[in-house]
Every structure is written in C-alpha cells, then in structure tokens.
C-alpha cells in the first residue's frame, strides 16, 4: 500500500511539473493535475493539503535533481583538475551532452516559479536562491582554479562570471520553451564554452 502511494504521489509529481512548464503555477488547477493523473481530489489532498505544499515538493525534488547533474558533472571531470581550463570546458561539455539529441525542450522549475513570486511561501523561494548560489560556488570554484594557471584577457570577476554561467543555461532552456527547438539549449551553451575557451590565456 505504501508503495502505491508513493506512485501516486510521484505521478502528481511528473504531471504537474509538465503542466507548469506548460502553463504556469498560477495557470495551473488542481482540477487540470487530476484529469491529467486520473486520480481523486481526495487522493491529491492526502500527499499535497494546499496547491503551495505541492509547490515546495516540486521545487525540492526539481533541485535534488538539479543537485544530482551538478555532482555528476564534477565527478566526471574529476580527472582533469591538473588541467583546470579543460575540466572548466568539459564541465560545460557535459551539460552541452545532456541537451543534445533531446526530442522536447527541457524546462526549469526555476525559472516557472520566478515569473510569479507572489504565488509561492519565501519558503519556496528562498529554495531556488539556494540552490542559485550552489550554481554559483561550484562554477566560481572551477574558475578560480583556472585563474592560477591562466590569464583572463579582459577583466572578470568570477562571481559575476559564474553568475554569466547560470544565466546562459537559463535563458538557452527559456528560449528554446519560447521557440519550441529542442536544440536551441545545446547550441547556447556551445556558444558558453567558446567564449570561456576565448576568454583565458596560459599565463
């Protein structure tokens, strides 16, 4: 029984997240998760008690995910830390990898619930500037480690450069929603990884 509670709970999940992407949190029921899962309101109120409790389940599990990419990433470019600019490369190659190929255009949690803040508890949100920052540390960790074997060729403050990272990683998954081209994200981040390669001189 408990297990088909947790298929149950996890269908809302997918579901919901699909029609977020589509419609917004706001411009999402409760009635459209339950056609969309076949399941009873008394069902959806025994996992979720309010529409904001689904919200915080969603963005916890988007950003676990989220956390998981990010780690793996690292992990896989584990073997080039003796070569700093390459690991930095092959960290953005390795999202470059995942969007490639891909049938639909991704979508970002993030980004859906940002549009409309006045919907959500500051519990919510203060979730998604965590896991921002997280962004933040783990790029501007890789990039500090290029600044000791290399030059920049033009001034960069590697907060703000790392900040530079997240935002072409958002804006390529926003535009390729926007446009319907699953490609799109792909092609934004190689255009990411030339810059960086551009951008650094062996010292």
């Known amino acids: 029984m408990a297990r088909d509670g947790k298929l149950t709970r996890d269908k809302i999940l997918l579901e ?18 339950l056609d969309k899962t076949g399941i009873t309101k ?3 109120f025994y996992h979720f008690k309010t529409k904001n409790a689904l919200a ?33 490369l092959q960290y953005i190659q390795e999202f470059i990898d995942a ?21 959500f508890e500051p519990e919510v949100m203060d979730h998604i500037s965590e896991a921002i920052l997280v962004w933040r540390t783990v790029i501007g960790n890789l990039i500090e480690e290029v600044l000791k074997d290399y030059n920049s060729k033009y001034p960069t403050d590697v907060e703000s450069l790392a900040d530079h990272v997240t935002v072409i990683f958002e804006g390529a998954f926003i535009v ?28």
């Not at 989220?66 to 896989?76: F, G, I, Q, S």
Request: aromatic content about 8%.
């Open 16 to 33: 919901s997240k699909a029609l977020i992407f589509k419609h917004g949190f706001s411009g999402t029921s409760i009635d459209q998760i």
């Open 42 to 44: 008394g069902a959806f």
């Open 56 to 88: 915080m389940a969603l963005i916890e599990e988007f950003a676990k995910a989220d956390m998981v990419k990010l780690n793996e990433a690292l992990e896989r470019t584990e073997s080039l830390k003796g070569n700093s600019l390459n690991r930095l």
């Open 99 to 119: 969007e490639t190929g891909q049938n639909e255009p991704p979508g970002c949690l993030y980004a859906s619930y940002l549009y409309e803040p006045q919907q």
């Open 176 to 203: 390729s929603r926007a446009l319907n081209d699953p490609n799109i994200a792909a092609k934004q981040l190689q255009h990411l990884k030339n810059y960086v390669a551009l951008l650094f001189e062996k010292k």
